[in-house]
């Protein structure tokens, strides 16, 4: 923090450095205070930052909560949720913690992790009007938002470990509200269980070796509550760090006394808590190598663990190793769920048609798992060409993520599902209109496809969809009003999607209206930027500028394009201009309007060309 917030400050940051290191923590707390009250939220921050550098766990807290408030003053959010999390590590009990935590996810559009936080501030402090305020804030967003993206919801490691350690009843429990005061139970047993341990200072007996192995086992039903039924993955990391820990100290305890029963139950629970810690490191940290070392752990105590085998080839992308776990999991007679959810992670690992059959498989084991019939359903398509098949595939995915007719009067669904399903069947309608429209060639069925997919509200496909309706209605001819309002949207959505901001560029250089040329001109000189190396900017850019008969600047875009790709030099737009002949006007008044961006654009692509930059994923 020193190097990221050194800062002139108005007025020194502390004028007693020769106090003790509280006494300094305290001025420095004061001053960034006045700071804060003056609005002044960098310089307080940077006071809080030297103050957490001498300050003891007594204060650290309160300066966690202030830095919190300053980054979230400056609308840094992630910083600002960073900041919360160390707070409440440092007092998890603390209303404060939760209320900054809460307000950070608000800020970065996670409201129902932010309903949970401040739910759990209002158990802390029952009767705060401001914390009842925020919570019904953060539930009326929760409620009106659809575009939340539940993507990380799409992984096999869910399917490898929720539906299979956390029991239904659990899960009833959670969907009727009982879930807190389960929490609270099984904390208010560890508590208990931990001033019994402070009270024996006598060597564990077996049936104090039992005690520790059900001591695990709380940590792990606690952790798995938090994880799933609460959204508090903070919370559940450390209640799985905590079971491990209990049992890494019984094994180290016992040594060669252990009993191979005590020892079996003692592995078993490790490598649950593992596996479950692993998943929680890779789909909420992005901590892939810490979630490997844990997978790794799991399966050197146990060569045959076929669960941590899967995760770590998928994690990996291993195929070898995620087959050696389906074997093992076939001889052991494993749930039809996992060696599904395994064969689904080999066809994502596997390139061409080889992956068909895997995915056939995954959708044969498990048919009510719409992932899988869409992914199928994809491949079958950009893989075989196989349109009736992709469609059936589609349409079947749809079919599981619609409310079934039989579901029992008053049976309630699983939290977060409804945003689970939206995600996937904007998904299923976007690949079905694009199947509509390049393989059946029917227009009509693509729009309203595109359009489905729209509804639901997603915004991890949002845009492509934008995108895709925006190119159907601009080679309709008599649409391109409306075509340019979704090539638009769709830059919202994707700022960076050059293929969008392309279209765009050309639509609007068709336009007799001096403002829109104007604008197509900055289009297509804004998808330069983004991409430098990608030709097919280059070559709309050139096509626009001549267009607008800037020959010369043309002329050096189509050198510059021809220097990128020789083949460029039989194309005909690109001959005609290169073989012009520019005369300036008869004034002498010759402005050239896009010198200055063109060089940047070319310093750019020779920048992004030393560092092996390529072209963007959405260019056709």
Same mark, same amino acid.
């Given at each position: 923090?020193?190097? %990221?917030?050194?800062?002139?400050?108005?007025?020194?940051?502390?004028?007693?450095?020769?106090?003790?290191?509280?006494?300094?923590?305290?001025?420095?707390?004061?001053?960034?205070?006045?700071?804060?009250?003056?609005?002044?939220?960098?310089?307080?921050?940077?006071?809080?930052?030297?103050?957490?550098?001498?300050?003891?766990?007594?204060?650290?807290?309160?300066?966690?909560?202030?830095?919190?408030?300053?980054?979230?003053?400056?609308?840094?959010?992630?910083?600002?949720? =960073?900041?919360?999390?160390?707070?409440?590590?440092? =007092?998890?009990?603390?209303?404060?913690?939760?209320?900054?935590?809460?307000?950070?996810?608000?800020?970065?559009?996670?409201?129902?992790?932010?309903?949970?936080?401040?739910?759990?501030?209002?158990?802390?402090?029952?009767?705060?009007?401001?914390?009842?305020t925020r919570l019904a804030e953060a539930k009326a967003k929760l409620k009106d938002d659809k575009n939340e993206d539940k993507a990380k919801n799409l992984s096999p490691w869910v399917a490898l470990l929720h539906d299979k350690v956390v029991p239904a009843a659990e899960k009833a429990a959670a969907w009727e509200g009982n879930i807190l005061l389960e929490v609270q139970s099984l904390e208010e047993q560890l508590a208990n269980s931990s001033d019994d341990d402070d009270n024996n200072n006598q060597t564990p007996s077996s049936s104090s070796s039992r005690s520790v192995t059900e001591t695990a086992s709380l940590y792990y039903r606690l952790a798995m509550l938090k994880e799933y039924h609460?959204?508090?993955?903070?919370?559940?990391?450390?209640?799985?760090v905590s079971a491990l820990a209990t049992l890494q100290q019984q094994q180290e305890e016992e040594d060669k006394t252990e009993t191979e029963e005590t020892k079996e139950k003692r592995l078993s629970i490790a490598a649950a808590c593992g596996i479950s810690l692993a998943s929680l490191l890779e789909r909420h940290r992005g901590d892939n190598e810490a979630a490997k070392c844990h997978l790794q752990?799991?399966?050197?105590?146990?060569?045959?663990?076929? %669960?941590?085998?899967?995760?770590?080839?998928?994690?990996?992308?291993?195929?070898?190793?995620?087959?050696?776990?389906?074997?093992?999991?076939?001889?052991?007679?494993?749930?039809?769920s996992i060696a599904a959810a395994a064969n689904f992670s080999l066809?994502?690992?596997?390139?061409?048609?080889?992956?068909?059959?895997?995915?056939?498989?995954?959708?044969?084991?498990? =048919?009510?798992?719409?992932?899988?019939?869409?992914?199928?359903?994809?491949?079958?398509?950009?893989?075989?060409?196989?349109?009736?098949?992709?469609?059936?595939?589609?349409?079947?995915?749809?079919?599981?993520?619609?409310?079934?007719?039989?579901?029992?009067?008053?049976?309630?669904?699983?939290?977060?599902?409804?945003?689970?399903?939206?995600?996937?069947?904007a998904e299923c309608w976007l690949h079905l209109g694009v199947l509509y429209s390049e393989g059946f060639n029917d227009m009509g069925c693509a729009e309203s496809a595109f359009r489905s997919s729209l509804q639901c509200g997603s915004s991890s496909t949002a845009g492509t969809a934008y995108f895709q309706l925006g190119c159907l209605l601009d080679r309709k001819g008599d649409a391109s009003s409306e075509a340019e309002q979704n090539y638009r949207k769709a830059l919202v959505q994707q700022p960076t999607m050059t293929a969008a901001r392309?279209?765009?560029?050309?639509?609007?250089?068709?336009?007799?209206?001096?403002?829109? =040329?104007?604008?197509?001109?900055?289009?297509?000189?804004?998808?330069?930027?983004?991409?430098p190396t990608n030709p097919k900017g280059w070559l709309t850019f050139g096509t626009v500028l001549a267009g607008q008969d800037k020959v010369v600047e043309a002329q050096r875009v189509f050198q510059k394009l021809i220097g990128m790709e020789d083949a460029y030099a039989k194309h005909p737009l690109v001959q005609s201009v290169l073989a012009m002949q520019f005369t300036p006007p008869e004034d002498g008044n010759y402005e050239d309007d896009g010198k200055d961006d063109l060089e940047e654009a070319e310093e750019r692509a020779t920048a992004e060309k030393a560092a092996g930059g390529g072209c963007c994923h959405h260019c056709h």
């Open positions: 923090y020193r190097l %990221r917030y050194s800062v002139s400050l108005n007025r020194p940051l502390c004028t007693a450095m020769t106090k003790t290191d509280t006494d300094v923590s305290t001025a420095l707390q004061q001053q960034g205070n006045a700071y804060f009250g003056e609005g002044k939220y960098k310089e307080a921050s940077v006071c809080y930052t030297y103050a957490l550098q001498q300050a003891n766990s007594e204060i650290a807290a309160a300066l966690y909560s202030n830095r919190s408030a300053c980054f979230l003053m400056m609308g840094q959010f992630a910083e600002s949720l =960073k900041d919360a999390d160390q707070c409440i590590l440092v =007092k998890p009990k603390w209303v404060k913690s939760h209320y900054r935590r809460g307000m950070a996810l608000m800020g970065l559009g996670k409201h129902e992790a932010a309903v949970t936080s401040f739910e759990f501030a209002c158990r802390l402090d029952s009767g705060n009007k401001e914390l009842e609460l959204n508090d993955w903070l919370g559940a990391e450390k209640d799985y752990t799991v399966i050197d105590n146990n060569k045959q663990d076929y %669960r941590a085998k899967i995760l770590l080839g998928d994690l990996t992308q291993d195929a070898s190793l995620v087959r050696s776990g389906v074997s093992l999991c076939t001889e052991q007679g494993g749930s039809d066809g994502r690992l596997t390139d061409d048609e080889e992956a068909i059959p895997y995915l056939e498989k995954a959708v044969d084991l498990d =048919k009510n798992q719409p992932l899988y019939s869409l992914t199928l359903g994809y491949a079958l398509w950009t893989k075989n060409k196989d349109k009736e098949r992709a469609k059936e595939c589609f349409t079947t995915a749809l079919s599981q993520l619609s409310p079934s007719a039989d579901n029992k009067e008053g049976e309630k669904e699983e939290p977060n599902n409804n945003h689970h399903n939206n995600t996937l069947k392309l279209n765009l560029a050309h639509l609007l250089a068709k336009s007799q209206c001096d403002d829109d =040329k104007t604008q197509a001109l900055k289009e297509a000189m804004q998808a330069v930027k983004y991409e």
